[in-house]
């Protein structure tokens, strides 16, 4: 299990130097833990760490050390990983925080839609109710018609029986003259005559028709009419209102649209320029990845250069009679005492070691790490552009602790190399004062140093150009991370902006259904009224028609009875007439 420790040394003059790792957290999985507690572990040997240095730790089920390292580098990582996941967070709450928002303004639209719905509902109802107050009004109309068309009938059938009643007084008019003719050649007219006669006036008078009670159902009728009027006037005034509020709806409904289209084509200019900004952000990756690829090329250059070195350090294992630095004293071991010389030899052996495979963990962990890289590429490769998209930070994060691993490793590696040459040196003067080492005299000394001197030139200017290399990548980081941050905030406001666009969109189709609801119910008004306007204008023809006519009729009915008075008083003056003659004779 892999703990996070801090160093500690003991102090005495007994356990002087020695080291303990004290625990304070455990990882468990993803997680890391605190230790409760103070829980010590002795240090190995070969932990050889400063006081109050941070350390990773390996226990195995014994709560023995199975590896311990320098804790700088993981917990860079861990800070990393950490960062990371905060920015996570942060974006995920940002998201929920708009959701939440969506979602209110989601509520706020469906309560207004309900309410608008209910309106619409009560307007349904009302057009309904008015359609049905039309529709009574349409058959008191047709009433009406029916009653003046039977009036009509009833006058046309009155005025023909008054015709057959006037024909007939006419008749006896005219009998009646033919008899005075006759009278006037004979004595005068029998009482039988003037019975009959006066019988005729008599049914002449009854056949007359009085005409108020029809003139009060003609005055019925219009008053009818005239309320079906005044109805049909206020629904022509609504009709004209709804018509005014339609024009005015469509006239701002057009204008919506124009400013929903012009926002849709800024909202795509907006969106060719953040695709414009990704195609950027891949090509400075792509150039990252390049850089990454020439540092990896110049750290393999650096490396072969380093052991280029170390094997011509290895060539001087048999004789001392070259002096390549400064660093060893030759002299000083000469006069060192030989066991003394063969401990200081151990001891630097020993510190050889535990370099060798610190440096050698260290390596491990860098291509541990270049292998995550790689795993990293080819997922990128297999996965969709958005899910691409999603594993770039990973990606640059897992490069950037490379990078970071690098060069502490590129340090570690010139000290391990300068620990050897030293080392080399040592082992060379104890060989030689050991009678180990033959010297050959007669053959001639090489030397080595022009060829070390190059070879550290190479390694010089590689180093160079590796940390040339490296300022650019961190510089191209730089951008990417800014590119990365400018799309991430285009990418919301495009969204936020996307989805407003298209809840606009579907409010205005709303908009759009509702003014053409309200287009129908005005068309349908307005069919519906016209043929009532037309059928009250016949009505009203009709009545004025029917009441001219029985003006006529009266006139007519007041003059036949004016004649038919005057006829009975001269029926009345001859049968007196006869009457007196009757009584002279």
């Not at 309106?119 to 009004?137: G, M, N, P, S």
């Not at 349908?524 to 059928?535: N, R």
């Amino acid at each position: 299990m892999l703990y996070l420790a801090e160093v500690q040394k003991k102090s005495g003059f007994i356990g002087g130097g020695k080291a303990d790792f004290k625990l304070l957290a455990c990882q468990r999985g993803d997680t890391w833990t605190g230790v409760p507690g103070e829980e010590t572990i002795s240090a190995p040997d070969d932990a050889n760490y400063g006081a109050g240095a941070l350390v990773m730790v390996e226990l195995n089920n014994n709560r023995q050390v199975q590896r311990h390292y320098d804790a700088g580098r993981p917990l860079v990582g861990i800070l990393q990983n950490f960062s990371n996941q905060a920015k996570k967070s942060k974006s995920q709450e940002e998201e929920i925080d708009q959701w939440k928002q969506s979602l209110t303004f989601q509520s706020q639209e469906l309560n207004r839609r309900e309410l608008e719905l209910e309106t619409r509902q009560e307007q349904v109802e009302q057009a309904e109710a008015d359609l049905e107050k039309l529709e009574a009004q349409r058959q008191e109309v047709e009433t009406a018609e029916q009653e003046i068309n039977q009036l009509r009938d009833e006058l046309d059938r009155k005025h023909q029986e008054l015709q057959g009643a006037w024909d007939h007084l006419n008749g006896e008019v005219r009998r009646f003259e033919e008899r005075q003719e006759d009278a006037s050649q004979h004595v005068g007219v029998d009482e039988a005559q003037i019975q009959q006669l006066q019988g005729a006036l008599d049914r002449l008078t009854t056949a007359v028709t009085p005409t108020e009670s029809m003139r009060e159902q003609l005055n019925a009728a219009r008053e009818v009419l005239d309320q079906q009027q005044a109805a049909i006037a206020e629904r022509n005034q609504s009709i004209g209102e709804q018509q005014q509020t339609l024009d005015a709806r469509r006239d701002q409904l057009q204008q919506d649209y124009t400013a929903l289209t012009e926002r849709w084509r800024g909202w795509h200019e907006a969106e060719a320029v953040l695709n414009g900004r990704k195609a950027d952000l891949k090509s400075q990756q792509q150039l990252l990845g390049d850089k990454q690829e020439s540092v990896q090329s110049l750290s393999q250059q650096l490396q072969s250069q380093s052991n280029l070195y170390k094997k011509v350090y290895e060539l001087l294992n048999t004789t001392d009679k070259v002096r390549l630095s400064n660093k060893v004293d030759v002299g000083a071991l000469d006069a060192m005492p030989l066991e003394e010389l063969q401990t200081l030899v151990s001891d630097l052996e020993k510190d050889l070691e535990k370099m060798s495979r610190f440096v050698s963990d260290q390596e491990e962990e860098l291509n541990l790490q270049q292998q995550t890289i790689e795993d990293v590429k080819r997922k990128m490769e297999e996965v969709s552009e958005f899910d691409r998209l999603q594993m770039e930070p990973e990606l640059v994060d897992e490069q950037d602790r490379y990078q970071m691993l690098n060069e502490t490793l590129v340090g570690q590696r010139r000290n391990l190399l300068e620990r050897e040459e030293v080392l080399t040196q040592h082992q060379a003067v104890l060989r030689r004062r050991q009678g180990l080492a033959t010297e050959e005299t007669a053959m001639p000394v090489v030397d080595l140093e022009p060829i070390l001197k190059q070879i550290d030139t190479s390694r010089q200017a590689i180093t160079e150009t590796l940390q040339h290399t490296e300022a650019e990548i961190k510089e191209i980081q730089a951008q990417i991370e800014a590119l990365k941050q400018e799309i991430e905030q285009k990418s919301n406001e495009q969204l936020g902006s996307r989805e407003e666009l298209k809840q606009q969109d579907g409010q205005l189709k709303q908009q759009q259904m509702e003014v053409g609801a309200l287009e129908g119910r005005v068309q349908v008004l307005s069919e519906l009224l016209s043929p009532l306007q037309e059928q009250a204008n016949d009505l009203r023809q009709k009545l004025d028609d029917a009441t001219q006519s029985l003006s006529q009729f009266q006139e007519a009915s007041d003059y036949q009875l004016q004649a038919i008075a005057e006829v009975k008083q001269l029926v009345s003056t001859l049968a007196a007439n006869d009457s007196s003659e009757v009584i002279s004779a």
